[in-house]
Structure formats: C-alpha cells, structure tokens
Nanobody, 123 residues
Framework: QLQIVESGGGLVQPGGSLRLSCAAS????????IDWFRQAPGKEREGVSC????????KYADSVRGRFTISRDNAKNTVYLQMNSLTPEDTGVYYC????????????????RGQGTQVTVSS
C-alpha cells in the first residue's frame, strides 16, 4: 500500500516540545523534497517547513524559524519535524507531503500526502 503516515502529535503545554515523524511505505522519499504543512480550525493551510532530497537545504516559515527543525533519515524513509518552544498558535493538524522535485525552490507540486497528526498546545 502506498501511503505516508504522520505520527508524534499530541497535547503539550506551552513551551513544550514534540517531534513529528513522516514515514512512507510502498515508495521512497529519498529522491524528493518533503514539506510539512499545518492547518488550524478556521485558518488556511500554512507551509511550515521543507527539506531538500539531500537534507542539505531547508526552509522555514517565519512563524516557526528558530523553534522548529526539519530533518530526514533516508535509510528509514522518514522525515522529522522537531518542534520546540510550542505556543497555542502552533495548534493544528500537521501534514507532510512529497514533492515531485528534489529541491524546496519554486512552486511545489506534490504527489503524496498523509492524513495528518493533531498537535494541540494548551495549558
């Protein structure tokens, strides 16, 4: 079965941390850039971060830069999003998606996307 599965979400207090995982089965992530998105209720989807196929290039939204870190382990066919210093504004469903291209540059065109994992930041 070809699918991407996100995991690692949950309820965390403000200031806390979570690490999200994006794992693929049935196909490889190795030769593709991978994006993380999030969507909060009543808000538009927001691009959070992107990592190139090699892992050497990353991009972050201004709202998360300095707090989130994207990484990948191609041997495990998995991409991670380490989220620190979380605030209630980070609450939402987090998705990852595979780009058709290798870099994070230019207009993104995706071919696979997961169902998402819920992140709730609340005291």
């Amino acid at each position: 079965q070809l699918q991407i599965v996100e995991s690692g979400g949950g309820l965390v207090q403000p200031g806390g941390s979570l690490r999200l995982s994006c794992a693929a089965s049935g196909f490889t992530l190795e030769y593709s850039a991978i994006d993380w998105f999030r969507q909060a209720p009543g808000k538009e989807r927001e691009g959070v971060s992107c990592i190139s196929y090699s892992g050497h290039s990353t991009k972050y939204a201004d709202s998360v830069r300095g707090r989130f870190t994207i990484s990948r382990d191609n041997a495990k066919n998995t991409v991670y999003l380490q989220m620190n210093s979380l605030t209630p504004e980070d609450t939402g469903v987090y998705y990852c998606a595979r780009r058709k291209g290798r870099s994070c540059v230019g207009l993104a065109d995706f071919d696979f996307r997961g169902q998402g994992t819920q992140v709730t930041v609340s005291s």
